[in-house]
């Protein structure tokens, strides 16, 4: 069993830039596929970002596209979600998930469902 542990969340003016980390510990890291969730106030939790157990095989939400590079480093047990161009409707609650499902693996998983192992989250928020 994995555990998460979320860093790097802060206040940034729109424009601005921020880089999540998400350290991994209690398995083998690269077992996994990893996400990047977030959860704004009022709203459901909501897929960001996938990696699949080695790079460069990457997936994003249309919202973020371009804007947000999700990787890994599976030496050091940790993924980072660079987050540029940040806009006021990026504040919320960012989380990261870990799966060791195949299919995850092989093709991508979007839903948090398919995500067993979760930190308990950083807050960032971007003023206009």
Not at 33 to 50: H, I, L, N
């Amino acid at each position: 069993q994995v555990q998460l542990v979320e860093s790097g969340g802060g206040l940034v003016q729109a424009g601005g830039s921020l880089r999540l980390s998400c350290a991994a510990s209690g398995g083998t890291f690269s077992n996994y596929a990893m996400g990047w969730f977030r959860q704004a106030p009022g709203k459901e939790r909501e897929f960001v970002a996938g990696i699949r157990r080695s790079t460069p095989n990457t997936y994003y939400a249309d919202s973020v596209k371009g804007r947000f590079t999700i990787s890994r480093d599976n030496a050091k047990n940790a993924v980072y979600l660079q987050m540029n161009s940040l806009e006021p409707e990026d504040t919320a609650i960012y989380y990261c998930a870990a799966t060791n499902k195949g299919y995850c693996s092989a093709y991508g998983c979007s839903g948090s469902k398919e995500y067993d192992y979760w930190g308990q989250g950083t807050q960032v928020t971007v003023s206009s």
